[in-house]
């Protein structure tokens, strides 16, 4: 069975790629702390997703 990896993280930025797609970000300001967990993922317009909402992030090998 796959591993899965599961934490909640407040939105520190969306920024405008393109038409097509935004990048949410955000990054631990703790980067000396090793298990510090950040992320810059890329997803469809149209989420309604703004700085400062918490998102739930899921990486799990299919």
């Not at 599961?6 to 920024?15: L, S």
Request: glycine share 4%; aromatic share 8%.
């Amino acid at each position: 069975m796959a591993k899965v990896l599961d934490f909640e993280a407040e939105i520190e930025f969306v920024a405008d790629i393109n038409d097509y797609k935004d990048c949410l970000m955000s990054q631990d300001p703790t980067q000396e702390n090793p298990i510090a967990l950040w992320f810059n993922i890329d997803i469809p317009k149209g989420h309604m997703l703004k700085a400062g909402d918490r998102v739930r992030v899921i990486v799990e090998k299919i």
